[in-house]
C-alpha cells in the first residue's frame, strides 16, 4: 500500500477470540500493541501478519480486523484484499486467499507499505491535514464539497504543490471583498480605461510593451480561455509550442489542425500562438519564431497570463504582433471574477467583440480590475512574494522556473497519465500553498 504522506502511526485493532494470537512485524521487529510508530517506520517497510491459535482445528478461535487506521483514518476496506497464506499443514490446493479482514487458519500474511517523508511532502500533509478544504476548486477530478477522509487527504497531499493560482494575497482579497455591485454595474468609458490599462502596465519596472497604438481594438473578455477559443476557431492551421496551455489539447475539434511550433515546418498563413514568457522556453527562442512566423506571413497572437510575475524583465514589440491577451488572473486572486482584456490589429467578429459592441460583457469584473489597478500596481504582488518564494526555495531545496510561482524539484516529474492531456504543469512545484501558509506552520 502507498500513501503519499507521512505516516505518523498505524494502529491494527483485533477482535481475537478463544485462542487466537495475532503478531505484527514491522521490518522483521516486532510490534507492541499492534501499533506502528513513525519511529520505527522507514520510506518503505515490509510489514508481516502472523496469526495462530492452539488447536487448528478449534473453529471458535480467530481474529478479525475491525479496524486499521493509519494517522487516525480509517482504511481497513484497502486491506482487506491483500493476500493471506495458509500454513501449509493445511491440505488446501489454494494456500493463498483473500484475508478479507478475517483470520480464522493459521498463516501469515505479508505486504509492504510506503510513504513520503520528504520535505515538500511533509508540507503538504500539514496543509492537507490542518487546513482541509471542504469545499475545493478550481478542481479536476472528483467533487467540490467534500469530506475530510483517507482518500482526499491523500489527494490532496499528492497534488498539494501542483496548479497554477496565484497566492491569496489578503490586501486585494480584503479590498475585493468589501466594494459592493452597485459600485460597477456601469459601462466601462472604454478609450479611457484602455489607456489607463496601458499606462499601468508600463509603469512597471519589469514589464514594457511597446506600440500598442497599433493595436486598433480593444476588448473586455470572461477570462483568456475565450480568446484562446477564438483564435483557434479562426485557424485552419495552429502552430503552438508542444509544452503550452493544456486547454487546446483538451478539445477533440482541435486535434487535426494543432502542430508544433518547434518540430513542424512553418506554413504561411498559418495561426502561430505563444504564451510569452513561458516556462518552458527562453524568450530569445520564442522572439526568434515570432520573427520566423512574421516572415512567413503568420497571424501572431500572445497569452502574456505569465508576464505579471516573470523573473526577467521582458520587453515587447508589437509591431509584429497581431493580438495580445492579458490578465492578472495567475497573479491576484481574481479567480472569483476572472477579467481579461484583448488587443487586436484586425477586428474579430466573435462573441467577445459582440458582446463589447453591444454593452452586454460582464461590467462587473471589468470595473473591479479598473479600481483595483489604481490600488495596487503590476509589481505590488511580485515585490510582496519574490524574497518569501526565495526563502521557500532555500528550505525545500527548489531552483527557480522563469514564472515566480513556479519552481524545479528533483523529485517532480509529468503525471503518467496527465491530469489532462497535454498538462505539464505537474514537472513543477508551484509555491502558491507553501505562500498562503508561509509562517503559519513550520516553513
Known sequence: MNFNFPIEEIKFIFDCKGTANVQIFCNKKIVKD???????????????????????ADIDSFAELTSLLVNGYECKDKFKFLPYTIDKSYNFD???????????YIGSMSFIISHKTDLLSQAAYTIAENDFEYIKWPMVQGPHYREKTLENIDRDTKFMHIGSLAPKTKEIIDYIDQCTIKQFKLPLKVGESRQKLENWINASR?????NFASMKYF??????????????????????TKKAYYFYRYFDTNKNKLKDLFDDELIENSHVLLEFPTLYYTKEQLQLKIKEAKSKNCTIALDLTWLPISIEDIDIDLTDIDEIYFSMNKTWPVDDIRPAWRWSKQKIKDSITF???????????????MRLLEKFSLDYVYDKYKDKVQDLR???????????????????VRN?????????????????KLLDHKDKHWW
Open 206 to 210: 519589469r514589464i514594457q510593451i511597446n
Open 219 to 240: 476588448n473586455f473578455s470572461g477570462g483568456i480561455i475565450p480568446c484562446l477559443e477564438s483564435f483557434a476557431n479562426r485557424s485552419n492551421l495552429l502552430y503552438i
Open 416 to 432: 503518467d497519465p496527465p491530469i489532462f492531456p497535454g498538462y505539464y504543469m505537474d514537472e513543477y512545484v508551484c509555491v502558491r
Open 355 to 369: 458582446e463589447m459592441e453591444i454593452t452586454i460583457y460582464p461590467k462587473i469584473p471589468a470595473n473591479l480590475f
Open 394 to 412: 532555500r528550505t525545500f531545496d527548489l531552483t527557480q522556473s522563469p514564472i515566480l510561482w513556479f519552481t524545479k524539484h528533483k523529485s517532480y
Open 34 to 56: 499492534h501499533t506502528i510508530r513513525k519511529d520505527i517506520l522507514e520510506t518503505k517497510n515490509n510489514i508481516d501478519i502472523v496469526f495462530t491459535k492452539n488447536d487448528s
Open 94 to 104: 489454494n494456500h493463498v486467499i483473500n484475508n478479507n479482514n478475517y483470520f480464522g
